[in-house]
């Protein structure tokens, strides 16, 4: 992947030559076999997190890299184009450590974040449950305070990380009230009554485990609530926000690593006693995926600038996730269409990016959300219940 990437500082462009020089030594190698066994990448994840890559967008004073947005989601679509399981599921983790970094009290960051933000301690955003998706609030999960302890009941379903995961960033029910009655907690793992489903058989993304978490009786500390009692829906949307752009930068990274495996193909494959790259129908069709690769790239990026800023963002955030994954999908299938015949087998990755681009479409809010999000945003009054994480996920709880 040799993308330009005009980067805000001379530290972000040194940050830029380590994340590939890992992609190419570190990821890219073991990406095809991991995949085909349904291998979970844990070292992997324990080698980006001690080069700093876990904790790009939070403080240095926990552990993290104080990186913006816009850099941290540029080095997240280099390790997805390499590893599509790696960088889903490191968008996974930030989004797992952002309700601690953005509401938590300053002893608990103190107390749980350099372990986080430093990959000694994988996390999981468990949300999503068998009847609530897209729809928040019907949450099931119960917390119920026991003295210095709040118990946990319930499962949640489409759980990234699930079983593999070091803590388990977790939304539950502290009373009926619809929209004020959901709480957040971090819930270390392992833990007694907590347990997990087989992991699903997926299309792709094989390698990143998606299971069933159970929670039965489960008893954490009254200290690991995040935000106040009623502040879950709030926190959990918050976060929703910033895990779109993450997945719309995996999405792009993936149609990047198409594109260039397309490309490369179109080059060396011959046919009627030239290189197919000759034929105007390979050309355009190649134009039309590098134009949708670059316009979901800008888009994403656009929305990152605006959080960098301070600006609002989650129509931006939405807009991105529906153009870059919509993108992903096409660039993905194109490119098997380029490869022809070999696009169909497994001896190219093509095949195996385009399994992996369809879950774009659906984890963090299926795009049918995402229209919803955009349009309500465009012309006000949007119910907030309604923007959750949709659908089935495999790479950020399809929680």
Not at 17 to 31: K, Q, S, T
Not at 69 to 81: K, N, S
Not at 314 to 333: E, N, S, Y
Request: glycine share 10%; aromatic share 8%.
């Amino acid at each position: 992947m040799s993308v330009d990437r005009p980067l805000p500082t001379e530290e972000s462009t040194d940050l830029l030559a380590l994340v590939r020089d890992l992609c190419e030594h570190e990821l890219a190698p073991f990406a095809a076999k991991a995949e085909e066994t349904e291998s979970f990448p844990r070292d992997a994840f324990r080698t980006i997190g001690k080069a700093g890559l876990l904790g790009l967008p939070y403080p240095e004073q926990y552990g993290g890299a104080a990186q913006p947005y816009e850099v941290y989601l540029q080095m997240l679509e280099e390790i997805a184009a390499a590893w599509m399981s790696v960088g889903v599921g490191m968008s996974v983790h930030t989004m797992a450590s952002y309700a601690l970094a953005t509401f938590g009290t300053e002893e608990q960051r103190a107390r749980l974040l350099p372990d986080v933000v430093d990959g000694d301690l994988l996390g999981a955003y468990a949300l999503s449950e068998p009847q609530a998706g897209s729809d928040i609030s019907g949450m099931t999960t119960k917390a119920v305070r026991d003295g210095d302890s709040y118990v946990l009941t319930g499962t949640k379903s489409w759980i990234t990380h699930g079983s593999h995961a070091d803590f388990y960033t977790t939304f539950a029910r502290t009373s009926p009230d619809p929209k004020r009655g959901i709480s957040a907690f971090h819930v270390p793992a392992p833990a007694e009554g907590l347990s997990f489903g087989a992991p699903e058989r997926k299309m792709g993304l094989t390698g990143s485990t998606t299971t069933l978490v159970n929670f039965d009786q489960v008893r954490i500390p009254a200290e690991n609530l995040i935000g106040a009692e009623g502040d879950g829906m709030r926190i959990a949307l918050s976060a929703l926000d910033s895990g779109r752009l993450g997945i719309a930068a995996c999405a792009i990274g993936l149609a990047q690593a198409a594109l260039d495996v397309a490309a490369s193909y179109a080059k060396q494959r011959e046919q009627f006693g030239h290189a197919i790259a000759d034929f105007q129908g390979i050309q355009f069709l190649l134009a039309d995926m590098a134009a949708a690769v670059e316009s979901g790239r800008s888009t994403y990026l656009q929305a990152a600038r605006r959080r960098d800023l301070g600006r609002p963002f989650t129509q931006q955030a939405a807009i991105a996730k529906l153009i870059c994954t919509d993108a992903a999908m096409k660039v993905t299938t194109d490119a098997v269409q380029v490869l022809g015949g070999y696009g169909y087998t497994r001896e190219f990755p093509a095949e195996r990016y385009m399994r992996e681009a369809k879950v774009t479409q659906i984890f963090e809010g299926t795009n049918q959300i995402q229209r919803l999000v955009i349009s309500r945003d465009l012309l006000g009054g949007v119910d907030r219940r309604l923007l959750g994480a949709g659908g089935a996920q495999a790479g950020t709880s399809l929680r």
